[in-house]
Every structure is written in structure tokens, then in C-alpha cells.
T-cell receptor, first 111, second 114 residues
Framework: SQQGEEDPQALSIQEGENATMNCSYK?????LQWYRQNSGRGLVHLIL?????REKHSGRLRVTLDTSKKSSSLLITASRAADTASYFC???????????FGQGTRLTINP | DVKVTQSSRYLVKRTGEKVFLECVQD?????MFWYRQDPGLGLRLIYF???????EKGDIPEGYSVSREKKERFSLILESASTNQTSMYLC?????????????FGAGTRLSVL
């Protein structure tokens, strides 16, 4: 069963603009992760935020987590053409060894 | 760097054939996973294994089986391939629970069943 729901399903912006993607989930989590998938390839881990954290940064990535609303957002600043990809959130319930992935947001950066 | 290798990038099989998808990881990870990915449905977990010879059903195990005889290798088996198993198959591995539970993915196998 898919726990994560992502919004929007697709996003198209101009190079240099910021891109924001949202993820909602249903149950208590241990942590939340974001992954990127380039077309036809496997997923690559981007960033992890723990349930007791509210915000985390990594380079041009900023992730926020609101456990009261069961939601997270991924912000990519100063987007580049190379950021064109699908982005997935993934959660693991407490004590679980598996992740549950959202359906992803397809991001297109126009030059 | 962790490397997860899937034996084939593209595979074409006929209905009724037995199909083996192989996955090897080189980081001594305890956990290994098989997903399928379909447009509009995201990633769905088929099976996972948290130790040699151990396996657990995921969300959509029907029509599939798995084998984990060695720690580094996790095989997905389609006993009798059907057209509705045409999909992208992704293998992943992760270290034992207690870490950050980050999964490392292979490049994927795009399987077409005709």
C-alpha cells in the first residue's frame, strides 16, 4: 500500500527558478527520505530527515517536515537543466525495514 | 560507493517463459528488495529479504518468487511470465535496521513480455 502522496504530479519551470514538491503520508514515521530518478534509471538517495527534525539543507536542496500535518516539502533552489528528473518521497514506519514510496513528481527544467 | 548491479537493462520474453532477474550488491548489506515501477502507480514492493535464505512478501507478490542463497545476490523469478508483468523492475539494498535505512538502487531492468 502506498503511503506517500506527492503533489504536484508534474511540474515544469524555467531554469534558475525554484521548484517545490510536496509529500503527504498517513502513519507515524521514523524518517522521511527524498530520492531522484533520471529517466529510465534507478533511484538515487538525495536527503533524509528524521521525525524529530523540522528542516534540513544539502547544497541547493531544502527539506522540511511537519509531523503534525504528516507532510514534507522538497525545495530545489536555482534549478538547472540537470535537475530534470522524477522525485520521490519515501517513509519508513517505526521498526520497519522497508520503505513506502510516493508516486513521484516529474520535474522538467526548461532552458 | 555502493554498487547494485542488475544483470540486464532490457529483457524480452514470451508468455509462459520462466524469467530470472538477478541483482548483486557489493556493500555487504543485509536487506535487499525487489520493486516494480509502472506509470501512475509508482514503486510497488514485490518481495524483500533481510538475511540469507529469508524472504518476506511485499505488497504485490503474486506471480513472483525470490531466492537469496548468498548475501550479495537476490533473484526475482517469474514462474510463468504474463503480459501484465511487463514493467520496469528495480532492485535495491540497504544496511541492517539501526542505520538510516537508505536504499541503494540498481539501474533497473525493463522487461517486456510478449
Amino acid at each position: 500500500s502506498q503511503q506517500g502522496e506527492e503533489d504536484p504530479q508534474a511540474l515544469s519551470i524555467q531554469e534558475g527558478e525554484n521548484a517545490t514538491m510536496n509529500c503527504s503520508y498517513k502513519t507515524s514515521i521514523n524518517n522521511l527520505q527524498w530520492y531522484r530518478q533520471n529517466s529510465g534509471r534507478g533511484l538515487v538517495h538525495l536527503i533524509l530527515i528524521r521525525s524529530n527534525e523540522r528542516e534540513k539543507h544539502s547544497g541547493r536542496l531544502r527539506v522540511t517536515l511537519d509531523t503534525s500535518k504528516k507532510s514534507s516539502s522538497l525545495l530545489i533552489t536555482a534549478s538547472r537543466a540537470a535537475d530534470t528528473a522524477s522525485y520521490f518521497c519515501a517513509t519508513d514506519a517505526r521498526g520497519a525495514q522497508k520503505l513506502v514510496f510516493g508516486q513521484g513528481t516529474r520535474l522538467t527544467i526548461n532552458p | 560507493d555502493v554498487k547494485v548491479t542488475q544483470s540486464s537493462r532490457y529483457l524480452v520474453k514470451r508468455t509462459g517463459e520462466k524469467v530470472f532477474l538477478e541483482c548483486v550488491q557489493d556493500m555487504d548489506h543485509e536487506n535487499m528488495f525487489w520493486y516494480r515501477q509502472d506509470p501512475g502507480l509508482g514503486l510497488r514492493l514485490i518481495y524483500f529479504s533481510y538475511d540469507v535464505k529469508m524472504k518476506e512478501k511485499g505488497d504485490i507478490p503474486e506471480g513472483y518468487s525470490v531466492s537469496r542463497e548468498k548475501k550479495e545476490r537476490f533473484s526475482l523469478i517469474l514462474e510463468s511470465a504474463s503480459t501484465n508483468q511487463t514493467s520496469m523492475y528495480l532492485c535495491a539494498s540497504s544496511p541492517k535496521l539501526g542505520g538510516a535505512n537508505i536504499q541503494y538502487f540498481g539501474a533497473g531492468t525493463r522487461l517486456s513480455v510478449l
